[in-house]
């Protein structure tokens, strides 16, 4: 199984979860820039924060034979604090940066007049950038936030392929998918979807356009849902074919859009392909975790 994680906060997560990352197959992430869970005050510190993203994080991801990729942007939340609104003077910038494969996470929050602002101009941005768009979808009054977030996106003259609409569920599904945009599912222990219900939608709409990740952040989340998710595809029927579409082939055709994925193995690291999940879920890295 190979996989590439393609919404990840790796900021948030410790080097054992890289290793165990490895072991069960990811070879590459995607890191969406976000909100840290600490209100950030001024423009110098996203600066610092994007820098980070592009240099140490992908040196640490190296580190583990994991290629690390970003998406540079300022985030739903912190649109709404105007002591962040010249953030969106820097993000262009950074949109040229070797590593970076989409403008993101924009979209919305809470829906309010600072966020259209926000969610309009980098879309412009990704437009002008020749970068495909990471939408974040609001936890709040869910399917009103996707109508308004589809009709943002129509409206900016953006290519719907070029458009990963992200954490979405059962009820948003199907506007996403009818708008010709990217459809991203977020697995989570408690919240968002879990592996069995996405295998449920997977059998339903079929494996195209679709991309799955663990949003892995500080919360209390699974840097290896992607693995399990999987794991639980085989057991319900799936092919390994199809597992390989929804984890490797469907995120490398979103993001390789923008011409930057990086995806040989890492010097040093052999290039086979990893042991099956049989093998693997003993090693001390991942005993104990069942799918």
């Not at 980070?52 to 190296?62: N, P, S, V």
């Not at 919360?219 to 992607?226: A, E, F, I, M, W």
């Not at 999987?230 to 597992?243: H, S």
């Amino acid at each position: 199984m190979r996989i590439l994680d393609p919404h990840i906060h790796m900021t948030s997560r410790t080097t054992d979860d890289y290793e165990a990352m490895y072991a069960a197959g990811v070879r590459a992430v995607v890191e969406p820039a976000f909100w840290l869970g600490q209100p950030r005050t001024g423009v110098g510190s996203f600066v610092d924060y994007f820098d980070a993203l592009l240099g140490w994080e992908r040196f640490r991801a190296a580190q583990f034979g994991i290629r690390h990729h970003a998406t540079i942007a300022l985030n739903p939340k912190e649109a709404n604090d105007p002591r962040c609104a010249e953030v969106l003077d820097v993000v262009p910038r950074y949109l040229a940066k070797d590593g970076v494969v989409a403008v993101g996470e924009v979209g919305y929050d809470a829906m309010t007049p600072a966020e259209d602002e926000a969610f309009t101009r980098q879309l412009a941005m990704a437009r002008d950038a020749g970068l495909p768009v990471l939408v974040h979808t609001p936890h709040r009054d869910k399917q009103a936030g996707t109508r308004r977030t589809l009709d943002v996106v129509r409206e900016s003259g953006l290519p719907p392929e070029h458009v990963l609409v992200d954490h979405l569920n059962e009820t948003t599904v199907a506007a996403v998918r009818d708008a010709g945009a990217w459809a991203g599912f977020s697995i989570y222990p408690d919240t968002k979807m879990d592996e069995h219900r996405m295998v449920a939608i997977l059998r339903e709409y079929g494996t195209e356009r679709v991309l799955v990740n663990s949003a892995a952040d500080w919360g209390r989340s699974d840097p290896l849902k992607t693995w399990r998710t999987g794991v639980t595809m085989l057991e319900q029927g799936f092919t390994e074919d199809d597992v390989d579409r929804v984890l490797w082939r469907n995120p490398v055709e979103f993001y390789g859009q923008s011409g930057n994925l990086v995806l040989d193995p890492v010097p040093g690291f052999v290039a086979q392909a990893p042991p099956a999940p049989a093998t693997f879920e003993g090693s001390s890295v991942l005993r104990g975790v069942r799918a």
